[in-house]
């Protein structure tokens, strides 16, 4: 059972980066998912989840209007696209599973399962 972050990178600020989670030996039909970063110095904090039922999605007022959470179930995957990126959005940035089937998702480190990370750089 593993969880792999993929698609981090440097990127400017105003720039895009769509970063993907990619879970094998489970299937993520019935998982909530969500998505974590850590910047240097500080803690760990919750971004954006969706839920495996619906797919709502929720967010951090920090990324609200500028991320977009999804899932491809088919594929055993979910991504995070993220727009307009600042400096403050560097961090190594975590997706997680939590075996929770509803209409909602945890906003907390509830989660069952963790992929490595990914690290994220937004920098000129």
């Known amino acids: 059972v593993q969880l792999q972050a993929s698609g981090g990178g440097l990127v400017q600020p105003g720039g895009s980066l769509r970063l993907s989670c990619t879970a094998y030996?489970?299937?993520?039909?019935?998982?909530?998912i969500g998505w974590f970063r850590q910047a240097p110095g500080k803690e760990r904090e919750w971004v954006s989840c969706?839920?495996?039922?619906?797919?709502?999605?929720d967010y951090s007022d920090s990324v609200k209007g500028r991320f977009t959470i999804s899932r491809d179930n088919g594929k055993n995957k979910a991504y995070l696209q993220m727009n307009s990126l600042k400096s403050v959005d560097t961090a190594i940035y975590y997706c997680?599973?939590?075996?929770?089937?509803?209409?909602?998702?945890?906003?907390?480190?509830?989660?069952?399962?963790w992929g490595q990370g990914t690290q994220v750089t937004v920098s000129s």
């Open positions: 997680a599973a939590d075996p929770l089937y509803g209409n909602s998702c945890p906003t907390s480190s509830r989660y069952k399962y």
């Open positions: 030996g489970f299937g993520l039909d019935y998982y909530a």
């Open positions: 969706i839920s495996s039922a619906d797919r709502s999605t």
